[in-house]
T-cell receptor
Framework: DAGITQSPRHKVTETGTPVTLRCHQT?????MYWYRQDPGHGLRLIHY???????DKGEVSDGYSVSRSKTEDFLLTLESATSSQTSVYFC???????????????FGQGTRLTVV | DAKTTQPTSMDCAEGRAANLPCNHS???????VYWYRQIHSQGPQYIIHGLKNNETNEMASLIITEDRKSSTLILPHATLRDTAVYYC??????????????FGQGTTLQVKP
């Protein structure tokens, strides 16, 4: 499996506090993604990055910001956590344009965030 | 990225082939079809992908129709461990900033003894 790790794996935080989740990959992948997953919903894309300092919004980006200062790290920040942001967060990475023209994405194990 | 449509749920008997359909009628010529699955609350796992030819690997086979508007993932001999949510995704190869990976609702496959 590709080396992609998320930290922390679990976090409880209070409403109104900022929270940063980290995704770290050791595969030199160009693309990285942050998703959230809630009961009754599939994976919803929050933000993604297509290179260092290159990011774009996904489907549910309100209340979240991201940064990618290095290829290996993609940070997700909840600027002021709300209870509606209680969720499981997954990050993923992919090389994108590979030798065969398309490559698969590898996912982290998830971060369970609870906002109280 | 093209949207996909999958049945919400399916059942399959253990040892039998599981055939999971996906419609992607708005797919463009250079978009790939990917399949992932998610077991319990783990991170999604890549299964297979293809462009227009049928593909097979150690996990599954992917059958893409000639017009590319639909595809079928085949698990040849389903086991209880194949019970999962299966996602069909279409995506550009990612040579530009259009490499988003958008998941739909997926199909919950229940493999029964």
């Amino acid at each position: 499996d590709a080396g992609i790790t998320q930290s922390p794996r679990h976090k409880v935080t209070e409403t109104g506090t900022p929270v940063t989740l980290r995704c770290h990959q050791t595969e030199n992948h160009r693309y990285m993604y942050w998703y959230r997953q809630d009961p009754g919903h599939g994976l919803r894309l929050i933000h993604y990055s297509y290179g260092v300092k290159d990011t774009d919004k996904g489907e549910v980006s309100d209340g979240y910001s991201v940064s990618r200062s290095k290829t290996e790290d993609f940070l997700l920040t909840l600027e002021s956590a709300t209870s509606s942001q209680t969720s499981v967060y997954f990050c993923a990475s992919t090389a994108g344009q590979g030798r065969l023209g398309a490559t698969e994405a590898f996912f982290g194990q998830g971060t369970r965030l609870t906002v109280v | 990225d093209a949207k996909t449509t999958q049945p919400t749920s399916m059942d399959c008997a253990e040892g039998r082939a599981a055939n999971l359909p996906c419609n992607h009628s708005t797919i463009s010529g250079n978009e790939y079809v990917y399949w992932y699955r998610q077991i319990h609350s783990q991170g999604p796992q890549y299964i297979i992908h293809g462009l227009k030819n049928n593909e097979t690997n150690e996990m599954a086979s992917l059958i893409i129709t000639e017009d590319r508007k639909s595809s079928t993932l085949i698990l040849p001999h389903a086991t209880l461990r194949d019970t999962a949510v299966y996602y069909c995704i279409v995506r550009l190869p990612g040579s530009s900033n259009t490499g988003k990976l958008i998941f739909g609702q997926g199909t919950t496959l229940q493999v029964k003894p």
